[in-house]
């Protein structure tokens, strides 16, 4: 189950990403996600490992657990 999906949408959105410029910064660090697969992620559709997790909450500069616990949303 993924439960995270909602807040990494809310994080790239505040920190005025697209998808495709998500998938883009990731490769830079050798995680290999597509844009469809950022899709699928943010709508709980797919399951997100922990390196992908890591790779998106440093390039959104929020901490992993704010991923788990909904911080993102009041910020």
Same mark, same amino acid.
Request: hydrophobic share 45%; charged share 25%.
């Given at each position: 189950?993924?439960?995270?999906?909602?807040?990494?949408?809310?994080?790239?959105?505040?920190?005025?990403?697209?998808?495709? &410029? $998500?998938?883009?910064?990731? /490769?830079?660090?050798? %995680?290999? +996600?597509?844009?469809?697969?950022?899709?699928?992620? #943010? *709508?709980?559709?797919?399951?997100?490992?922990?390196? &992908? $997790?890591?790779?998106?909450? /440093?390039?959104?500069? %929020?901490? +992993?657990?704010?991923?788990?616990?909904?911080?993102? #949303? *009041?910020?």
């Amino acid at each position: 189950m993924n439960v995270t999906g909602r807040n990494i949408r809310l994080a790239r959105e505040r920190a005025k990403l697209t998808q495709k &410029e $998500l998938s883009i910064k990731l /490769e830079t660090m050798a %995680v290999y +996600v597509c844009r469809g697969s950022i899709s699928r992620i #943010e *709508s709980g559709a797919r399951i997100v490992t922990d390196i &992908e $997790l890591q790779a998106i909450a /440093e390039i959104l500069n %929020v901490p +992993v657990q704010a991923l788990f616990e909904g911080m993102c #949303e *009041s910020e």
